[in-house]
Antibody
Framework: EVQLVESGGGLIQPGGSLRLACAASGFTVSSNYMSWVRQAPGKGLEWLSLSYSGGGTYYADSVKGRFTISRDNSKNTLYLQMDSLRAEDTAVYYC??????WGQGTLVTVSS | EIVLTQSPGTLSLSPGERATLSCRASQSVNNNYLAWCQQKPGQAPRLLIYGASSRATGIPDRFSGSGSETDFTLTISRLEPEDFAVYYCQQYGGSSWTFGQGTKVEIK
């Protein structure tokens, strides 16, 4: 059974950094497209970043230069390093296996 | 960036009725890489349709997807009580993915 479990969310002050993790089971992260998507409170879905199995990484303009996607194949885990966080980054963050599977999400709150 | 526009914003229907949701892209979606997902309150989204018309594993056949290039449709043939939710289209045809703003299907 495919499972994606996000962790690392919490309350962080503006300007701070946070690293989210997405532990995968039931498939191999290294051979799949993996992405991060977020949803601000009461809002729609926003695609953030994509990691191709071949190694390419891509970002939405809203997070380019501040967020970094990476994977640790030995741990079968996807990461999202988030720097220079802003209040508008407050959202539930989901990792996905392509478009097929979604994690349950982790809440990030950026506030002083 | 491909912009996806969903219509209507809200659809008010009764159980048993047919729902037709539209998703229009600002430019052609590569290889018809268009997905539909469903989200209920407090839950993560769930994939319904990928490749514009292929149902995901375990999705009932009352859900169907159609369309190509810039115009796509999700049809729910007969609404069940558990189908009242928000539906998003998503294009994944390149290196920049995007979502539509969502259509809420509510009980009339």
């Amino acid at each position: 059974e495919v499972q994606l479990v996000e962790s690392g969310g919490g309350l962080i002050q503006p300007g701070g950094s946070l690293r989210l993790a997405c532990a995968a089971s039931g498939f191999t992260v290294s051979s799949n497209y993996m992405s991060w998507v977020r949803q601000a409170p009461g809002k729609g879905l926003e695609w953030l970043s994509l990691s191709y199995s071949g190694g390419g990484t891509y970002y939405a303009d809203s997070v380019k230069g501040r967020f970094t996607i990476s994977r640790d194949n030995s741990k079968n885990t996807l990461y999202l390093q988030m720097d220079s966080l802003r209040a508008e980054d407050t959202a539930v963050y989901y990792c996905t296996r392509g478009v097929l599977n979604w994690g349950q999400g982790t809440l990030v709150t950026v506030s002083s | 960036e491909i912009v996806l526009t969903q219509s209507p914003g809200t659809l008010s229907l009764s159980p048993g009725e047919r729902a037709t949701l539209s998703c229009r892209a600002s430019q052609s979606v590569n290889n018809n890489y268009l997905a539909w997902c469903q989200q209920k309150p407090g839950q993560a989204p769930r994939l319904l349709i990928y490749g514009a018309s292929s149902r995901a594993t375990g999705i009932p056949d009352r859900f169907s997807g159609s369309g190509s290039e810039t115009d796509f449709t999700l049809t729910i043939s007969r609404l069940e009580p558990e189908d009242f939710a928000v539906y998003y289209c998503q294009q994944y045809g390149g290196s920049s993915w995007t979502f539509g703003q969502g259509t809420k299907v509510e009980i009339k």
